[in-house]
């Protein structure tokens, strides 16, 4: 590839992780180098333990998990700030001898003001020429939706959590 891309997957329906997972396998199974981030979710879904076992997969996830940000405390979002941020300059630094990256709920993160949108942006705009990369998450900004090459919207039609299901390991997480 000569011209990396960039893919917006975005919405509230489900999918989008599971699009970003999907990609991310299809470029490994390709050869290609990918960087596999996920922000509010601490690595435990039957994903991330796949995506794990590919040599050509790094995976970056936060262990600690600080909850809903709705629910946080001005301390436990700064912290969760500071863990985030590190996340995603690392990922960044990983991200220039790969081909692809994957920024999962980078959207919200940066929405919540968890992870400052301007430095991603920033990366946005410097990032290697080849390197593809993939965010998701809701209501992204026009400053992040107008650097997306793809945008892929997931709409909620029907979900079984609005009749009482909750996330069934293996198929939601």
Same mark, same amino acid.
């Given at each position: 590839?000569?011209?990396?891309?960039?893919?917006l997957?975005?919405? @509230?329906?489900? +999918?989008?992780t599971?699009?970003?997972?999907?990609?991310a396998v299809?470029?490994?199974g390709?050869g290609? &180098?990918?960087?596999? =981030? #996920?922000f509010?979710k $601490?690595?435990?879904?039957?994903? %991330?333990?796949?995506? !794990?076992?590919?040599s050509? =997969?790094?995976?970056?996830?936060?262990?600690r998990?600080?909850? !809903?940000v709705? $629910?946080?405390?001005?301390?436990?979002?700064k912290?969760?700030?500071l863990?985030?941020?590190?996340?995603?300059?690392?990922?960044a630094?990983?991200? #220039?001898?790969?081909d692809l990256?994957?920024?999962?709920? %980078?959207v919200?993160a940066? $929405?919540? +003001? %968890?992870? $400052?949108?301007?430095?991603?942006? !920033?990366?946005? @705009?410097?990032r290697?020429?080849a390197?593809e =990369? =993939?965010?998701t +998450?809701?209501? /992204?900004? &026009?400053?992040?939706?107008g650097r997306a @090459?793809? %945008?892929?919207e997931?709409?909620k039609?029907?979900? /079984?959590? @609005?009749?009482?299901i909750i996330? &069934?390991?293996?198929?939601?997480y």
């Amino acid at each position: 590839m000569k011209t990396g891309l960039v893919h917006l997957y975005c919405g @509230d329906g489900k +999918g989008k992780t599971t699009a970003s997972v999907g990609l991310a396998v299809r470029a490994a199974g390709s050869g290609m &180098r990918v960087v596999f =981030v #996920q922000f509010f979710k $601490n690595g435990v879904s039957g994903e %991330i333990s796949v995506l !794990r076992t590919l040599s050509c =997969v790094d995976v970056l996830c936060e262990e600690r998990y600080f909850g !809903r940000v709705s $629910n946080m405390t001005e301390t436990e979002k700064k912290e969760s700030s500071l863990a985030y941020t590190s996340l995603f300059r690392r990922a960044a630094e990983l991200a #220039q001898k790969a081909d692809l990256l994957v920024l999962d709920e %980078i959207v919200s993160a940066c $929405n919540h +003001g %968890i992870v $400052n949108e301007d430095e991603l942006v !920033r990366f946005l @705009d410097t990032r290697p020429a080849a390197l593809e =990369v =993939v965010l998701t +998450g809701r209501d /992204p900004s &026009r400053e992040i939706a107008g650097r997306a @090459d793809y %945008i892929t919207e997931m709409c909620k039609r029907k979900h /079984p959590f @609005d009749e009482g299901i909750i996330a &069934r390991r293996g198929i939601e997480y």
